[in-house]
């Protein structure tokens, strides 16, 4: 157990839906990243957030937001669903800001399924 | 720019064989180097990385990876697999950007 916590583990929803996905990191952690991980695009890195706000940015997309609330949980928001959405997404945990040496903690990850 | 290539997605291995997982890197800064390990079900765990110093680092399980700076290589080995080894394996990078760049990704089966 890593000790972050996804829910949903699986979501099942149509296209054109609204879905909030949630994130608990380590107790301690700062840094709350997200990742996608699909069948063609691999694992992609979305966004990353310290202590409530935004660090870094990857592949995400303008329909999809996140954010970190002062607890530290977060949630990724992905708006207007396509079927290319369905993934595995992935969210990890770190102490700090992610320096390069910085292990990160991954959750089990929620499985979203876009029919 | 950063990135990873994991050279076989598929790798089937008999018990007691040796691994060999392959991951080639490029950076345009020193790299700092991860295997992380997903078995069914669940999220990755890391099982070694390589930061600077010793390029022969040894991780959880028996698996070590040796950083070859000429050969651009990060290959993840362990001289005996096990049936519980079976599972998938992301090699990442991180580089010149913040946040860690992983390969594809390569199944390994254990053969019994």
């Given at each position: 157990d890593s000790g972050v916590t996804q829910t949903p583990k699986h979501l099942i929803t149509a296209t054109g839906?609204?879905?909030t996905l949630r994130c608990s990191p380590r107790s301690g952690d700062l840094s709350v990243y997200w990742y996608q991980q699909s069948l063609d695009q691999g694992l992609q890195f979305l966004i990353?957030?310290?202590n409530g706000e935004e660090r870094a940015k990857g592949n995400i997309l303008e329909r999809f937001s996140a954010q970190q609330f002062p607890d530290l949980?977060?949630?990724?928001?992905?708006?207007?669903?396509?079927l290319g959405d369905s993934a595995l997404?992935?969210?990890?945990?770190?102490?700090g800001t992610g320096t390069t040496n910085e292990k990160l903690f991954f959750g089990s990850g929620t499985q979203l399924s876009v029919l | 720019?950063?990135?990873v290539t994991q050279l076989g997605s598929h790798v089937s291995?008999?018990?007691g064989a040796l691994v060999l997982l392959r991951c080639n890197y490029s950076s345009s800064v020193p790299p700092y180097l991860f295997w992380y390990v997903q078995y069914p079900n669940q999220g990755l765990q890391l099982l070694l990385k390589y930061t600077t110093g010793a390029t022969l680092v040894k991780?959880?399980?028996?698996?070590?990876?040796?950083?070859?700076k000429s050969e651009t290589s990060f290959h993840l080995t362990k001289p005996s697999?096990?049936?519980?080894?079976?599972?998938?394996y992301f090699c990442a990078v991180r580089g010149s950007a913040r946040q860690l760049t992983f390969g594809s990704g390569t199944q390994l089966t254990v053969l019994p």
């Amino acid at each position: 157990d890593s000790g972050v916590t996804q829910t949903p583990k699986h979501l099942i929803t149509a296209t054109g839906q609204r879905v909030t996905l949630r994130c608990s990191p380590r107790s301690g952690d700062l840094s709350v990243y997200w990742y996608q991980q699909s069948l063609d695009q691999g694992l992609q890195f979305l966004i990353q957030y310290y202590n409530g706000e935004e660090r870094a940015k990857g592949n995400i997309l303008e329909r999809f937001s996140a954010q970190q609330f002062p607890d530290l949980h977060s949630e990724l928001n992905l708006s207007s669903l396509e079927l290319g959405d369905s993934a595995l997404y992935f969210c990890a945990s770190s102490v700090g800001t992610g320096t390069t040496n910085e292990k990160l903690f991954f959750g089990s990850g929620t499985q979203l399924s876009v029919l | 720019a950063q990135s990873v290539t994991q050279l076989g997605s598929h790798v089937s291995v008999s018990e007691g064989a040796l691994v060999l997982l392959r991951c080639n890197y490029s950076s345009s800064v020193p790299p700092y180097l991860f295997w992380y390990v997903q078995y069914p079900n669940q999220g990755l765990q890391l099982l070694l990385k390589y930061t600077t110093g010793a390029t022969l680092v040894k991780g959880i399980n028996g698996f070590e990876a040796e950083f070859k700076k000429s050969e651009t290589s990060f290959h993840l080995t362990k001289p005996s697999a096990h049936m519980s080894d079976a599972a998938e394996y992301f090699c990442a990078v991180r580089g010149s950007a913040r946040q860690l760049t992983f390969g594809s990704g390569t199944q390994l089966t254990v053969l019994p």
